[in-house]
């Protein structure tokens, strides 16, 4: 079987290293808000090209935080995709704020940057764009639509560490980006972390207060706050995986080259190619018409896949009383999409038995 991910052989390369660091964190009697956080902070800022870099608990926190610092008054719209992971919505809900829905351009399957002006009102107050599967967003017209309304841009990047738009890095190009670095992500810890990278002095202050209690010294609280802090292991374990991530990414984009180039399967649509060199490829996503029945065909070749994902927000019981919303575009690509493996540690054979397979498929 070829698994979707195997995570042991992911992290194989790195476990003496690994191992080192932990262990001088361990003996360093540090464990959290250190030098190692600190580190890793400035490492992964210079990475983005970003001038902050604010290590979070995760993912969710860090966008979760961002919406915080920029404190919008309770009800305001924040403009998000139809077609994401349902961590990037929540924030904006559990803070009050009202989620507003995009559908998705269905090639790209990210935000549809000529959907967002009609959504836009006097109460929206940011548009928050995720960079799925490892693609970033249209930044060029989601910016300028910002700086007509006076928008704030957040980016939910935690598919895309490393991807590129326009020669700029993911991480420095919206007011804020939040990362994460769960264990399957493109840049992955062996537990919980995240990130948040930004330009903005005054906003990186802020988060840095917001994460730790909202306090700027010690006992001092400025804002109400939460705990969330990444970590000296995790971050010494980031620190250690992070030189890799650019080589990794190289190899996730040239097994997308190859499946590009080579599956060639009547009804199977292949994401867009155009900027091969440049998405950090954390998924290879498809779409089938009858999903189902080449999903059970690959299993049977001893090909595991994954769906990312099953049902939208908007239709899940979380989100009940929007559940009578209607997202054509949305719907269609979570009925339809299917995702390859695709991750640094698949060998060419593999690769060539993949495309190999899907290649035979029949209905
Ligand atoms: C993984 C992920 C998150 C949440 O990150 P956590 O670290 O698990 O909280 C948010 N948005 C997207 C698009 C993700 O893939």
Not at 4 to 17: E, G, H, T, V, W
Not at 66 to 87: C, K, M, Q, W
Not at 230 to 258: C, G, Y
């Amino acid at each position: 079987m070829i698994p979707f991910l195997d995570l042991n052989q992911i992290n194989k390369p790195y476990i003496q290293a690994i191992e080192e660091a932990s262990l001088r964190v361990l003996r360093s009697g540090w464990y959290i808000l250190g030098n190692e956080l600190k580190s890793f902070e400035t490492a992964f800022a210079r990475y983005c090209q970003a001038k902050y870099c604010i290590g979070v608990a995760n993912g969710l926190d860090a966008i979760g935080l961002i919406l915080r610092a920029y404190d919008f008054p309770e009800g305001s719209e924040i403009i998000v995709p139809g077609n994401t992971y349902i961590a990037s919505v929540l924030p904006v809900s559990y803070l009050n704020l009202r989620p507003v829905f995009v559908e998705p351009d269905l090639c790209s399957m990210l935000i549809d940057p000529s959907k967002i002006e009609e959504k836009i009102t006097s109460d929206t107050k940011a548009i928050l764009c995720v960079d799925l599967y490892g693609r970033s967003c249209e930044m060029k017209e989601i910016l300028s639509l910002a700086k007509k309304y006076n928008l704030k841009v957040i980016t939910d990047a935690a598919q895309a560490h490393g991807a590129l738009y326009d020669g700029q890095k993911v991480g420095s190009i919206a007011d804020a980006t939040a990362f994460s670095f769960y264990p399957t992500k493109n840049l992955g810890a062996l537990g919980d972390a995240g990130a948040v990278t930004t330009n903005d002095p005054d906003l990186a202050e802020r988060i840095i207060y917001l994460r730790n209690y909202g306090s700027k010294e010690r006992y001092k609280n400025e804002f109400q706050g939460i705990n969330s802090r990444l970590d000296e292991i995790q971050a010494a374990i980031l620190k250690v995986k992070l030189p890799f991530l650019e080589t990794e990414n190289e190899r996730r984009r040239s097994i997308a080259r190859r499946y590009l180039a080579e599956i060639k399967l009547n009804d199977l649509i292949l994401p867009p190619g155009d900027r091969i060199n440049f998405d950090a490829w954390h998924l290879f996503v498809v779409r089938h018409p009858d999903r189902g029945t080449f999903i059970e065909f690959l299993d049977k070749m001893g090909i595991q896949t994954n769906v990312h994902y099953p049902l939208p927000i908007h239709k899940q019981k979380a989100y009940a009383e929007i559940n009578h919303y209607h997202f054509p575009i949305t719907e269609e690509i979570h009925r339809q999409v299917v995702s390859l493996p695709l991750n640094p540690v698949l060998t060419e054979e593999e690769v060539t038995y993949i495309i190999e397979a899907v290649n035979q498929y029949q209905q």
